[in-house]
């Protein structure tokens, strides 16, 4: 595998070399970039003596023959900035074209993964969101990072690089995986369900469809045909996937919409996908009765009586247990509210009612409207237990989890584990 190292002008630009020697020790090739600013914080030697390699800077180069960053756009597999600044971030947002870095990066073809690496307040800055929204919604990057912790300045907080092996294990995986779903059928829903009140008002909850949204980008970009079931969201779904047909998006609005939608597409017996990963956050309940005209405000507190909603993912999972068949993978969310082990808890006890394969569980407060996330799996193989009256009955003899359970880090990330879960349990049922 040909890697290109493109490392830029960060405090966290001496880790850089350590993803380097990761790299390495897979036999990986690695052909380093160094940005102006980078040189600032790491020279060029110590690059070319680990790589045994040239170490690029300027694009023009005298003595290179061609155009740089299209030979070199041609001739890897992945390009991978590590670490990439907000500078960098807003470069590569404005699709400007003034480095080496940046016309590379327009010109590369192959998997692009970034990790971020900067002070937490530039971080969080609506800019720096910006345009990683503006990343993400084209359809080009893979993030991963930043992570909660302390920086270069002493304080702490999500701006942190990503640990060196954990990206080099990323850039690895990017390249040997960019198209492991290849023929597979994905089927994603994201996003919330609104629940009618009258035509003014509605019961809805605070999903933003991000996390499903950036499983529908990893699961396309690694091959799959993905079928993204959306309720009410202001996301777009990517150009490059839009126009390709590789993403075919169904709105819906209500869950009984996205009950209706998931079983048509899925097919009578589930026959028609490979996985089905249920990321939206579904209303529990709707209104018994609708109003047709908007409802007047009275003297008195007003009771409107509410009654379930199908629940899509038993429903799933128990059709899938009729059949005895082991397809589709069932890929379903918790997200929650309360400590650790009581997230872990409800997990364990909705993995087992729901027949499911992973149950990806997080809590509220880490997840609904942010783009990093906080989560842990509970799977069949390894099923975390928590202090629960049903899950301590059943499994009284077992640890205690701990926080350890949980990973944090990007939802595009997330995304690419959880996409790395399908894909090898998908090969084993093979």
Do not use: C
Not at 345 to 362: F, M, T
């Amino acid at each position: 595998m040909r890697i290109l190292l493109a490392i830029t002008g960060s405090v966290a630009a001496y880790k850089a070399p350590i993803v380097a020697r990761a790299l390495l020790a897979k036999k990986a090739h690695v052909t380093p970039i160094l940005t102006r600013a980078a040189h600032h914080f790491l020279g060029p030697a110590t690059l070319s003596g680990l790589t045994a390699e040239r170490v690029y800077t300027d694009m023009w180069d005298p003595h290179f023959a061609g155009e740089m960053h299209i030979e070199l756009a041609k001739t890897h597999d992945v390009l991978a900035i590590v670490p990439a600044t907000a500078d960098t971030l807003s470069r590569l947002a404005r699709g400007r074209a003034s480095d080496l870095l940046s016309a590379l990066a327009l010109s590369f073809d192959g998997p692009i993964l970034i990790a971020p690496a900067m002070h937490p307040r530039m971080w969080a800055h609506p800019a720096t969101q910006r345009n990683v929204r503006t990343l993400l919604a084209d359809g080009r990057v893979t993030f991963v990072g930043p992570i909660d912790g302390p920086v270069a300045s002493g304080e702490s907080g999500v701006g942190r690089l990503e640990e060196p092996e954990v990206i080099a294990s990323r850039i690895l995986a990017l390249g040997d995986s960019s198209a492991d779903l290849r023929g597979k059928t994905i089927l994603v829903t994201a996003g919330p369900t609104l629940e009618d009140l009258d035509p003014v008002r509605f019961i809805g909850n605070r999903s933003t469809g991000k996390m499903g949204f950036a499983i529908a980008r990893a699961a396309a970009r690694r091959g799959a045909h993905v079928l993204l079931v959306a309720g009410p969201t202001d996301l777009a779904v990517p150009t490059k996937f839009a126009s390709k047909g590789s993403i075919t998006r169904h709105d819906v609005r209500s869950a009984v919409e996205m009950h209706a939608a998931v079983l048509k597409l899925a097919g009578k017996k589930l026959g028609k996908v490979d996985a089905i990963i249920k990321s939206a956050a579904v209303s529990d309940y709707r209104p018994n009765v609708v109003s047709a005209d908007k409802t007047k405000k009275g003297k008195g507190p007003l009771t409107i009586e509410l009654v379930r909603t199908p629940d899509i993912l038993s429903e799933l999972g128990a059709v899938r247990a009729r059949a005895k068949n082991a397809a589709p993978l069932l890929v379903g969310f918790a997200v929650e509210t309360g400590s650790d082990e009581q997230i872990l808890g409800y997990a364990n006890d909705k993995l087992e009612r729901k027949q499911v394969d992973l149950i990806v569980a997080n809590a509220a407060k880490d997840s609904f409207g942010k783009e990093s996330n906080r989560a842990a799996f509970v799977t069949r193989e390894e099923a975390p237990v928590a202090k629960t009256a049903k899950s301590a009955k059943r499994r009284s003899k077992e640890k205690t989890p701990s926080e350890s359970a949980f990973f944090e880090g990007s939802k595009a990330d997330l995304a690419e584990r959880i996409l790395d879960f399908v894909s090898r349990h998908i090969a084993k049922r093979k």
